[in-house]
Nanobody
Framework: QVQLVESGGGLVQAGGSLRLSCEAS????????MGWYRQAPGNERELVAV???????NYVDSVKGRFTISMDYAKNTVYLQMNSLKPEDTAVYYC???????????????????WGKGTLVTVSS
């Protein structure tokens, strides 16, 4: 099992900044990717940003130039620096990690995704 601990959410005025953190712990052999998703009331959950193990990153268009995702591989922690926040960024932000676990001595492995419980970000106008 893999546990994710998220932190950094809160209330901020429009134009302000927040930094989200998500630490992964448990039994896994490799992190394939870590990312942040968000879900606003009445909306579907959407990808905000993702960073792959090779360092490639991807962002939803609405946050490009404002948000930066980064990962500390030594700490198994992903960060989301959110600048120039807008009221439409208000949502519950969820961390997701994709990991690979080696299951036998022959090297067979399986991959699985895990989700955090979410942290609320509220941007006031």
């Amino acid at each position: 099992q893999v546990q994710l601990v998220e932190s950094g959410g809160g209330l901020v005025q429009a134009g302000g900044s927040l930094r989200l953190s998500c630490e992964a712990s448990g039994r896994f052999d490799r992190i394939n990717a870590m990312g942040w998703y968000r879900q606003a009331p009445g909306n579907e959950r959407e990808l905000v940003a993702v960073v792959e193990s090779g360092g490639n990153t991807n962002y939803v268009d609405s946050v490009k130039g404002r948000f930066t995702i980064s990962m500390d591989y030594a700490k198994n922690t992903v960060y989301l620096q959110m600048n120039s926040l807008k009221p439409e960024d208000t949502a519950v932000y969820y961390c997701k990690v994709g990991v690979t676990v080696v299951v036998n001595v022959e090297g067979a492995s399986r991959s699985k995704d895990y989700w955090g419980k979410g942290t609320l970000v509220t941007v006031s106008s």
